[in-house]
């Protein structure tokens, strides 16, 4: 018997271009994700009253938001009457 240690060519192919094309995409992936700005997490106040004297037409709104921080803050109330501001 004679050994034969010519080539065979069993299909399978080094993945090395494939993995470093992946990891070139995720590398990209997460460099384009810590640049995008990160969402705002907010929560609604806890209570609105609402309070409107007939006699002066003025509408009272008391907001409560109880929160630990200085920073995190009510910025703004819109009051609709039907489309108008």
Same mark, same amino acid.
């Given at each position: 018997? %004679?050994?034969?240690? !010519? %080539?065979?060519?069993? !299909?399978?192919?080094?993945?090395? !271009?494939?993995? %470093?094309?992946?990891?070139?995409?995720? #590398?990209?992936?997460?460099?384009?994700?810590? @640049?995008?700005? /990160?969402? #705002?997490?907010?929560?609604?106040? /806890?209570?609105?009253?609402?309070?409107?004297? @007939?006699?002066?037409?003025?509408?009272?709104?008391? @907001?409560?938001?109880?929160? %630990?921080?200085?920073?995190?803050? @009510?910025?703004?109330?819109?009051?609709?009457?039907? /489309?108008?501001?």
């Amino acid at each position: 018997m %004679s050994d034969h240690t !010519g %080539s065979i060519d069993s !299909g399978y192919r080094h993945s090395s !271009g494939i993995t %470093s094309r992946a990891s070139a995409a995720l #590398i990209f992936l997460l460099l384009t994700l810590a @640049v995008l700005p /990160a969402p #705002i997490l907010a929560h609604f106040p /806890a209570e609105v009253k609402l309070e409107y004297t @007939v006699a002066e037409q003025t509408l009272s709104a008391t @907001v409560t938001h109880l929160v %630990s921080t200085p920073d995190h803050y @009510v910025k703004r109330i819109e009051i609709r009457k039907n /489309a108008d501001m």
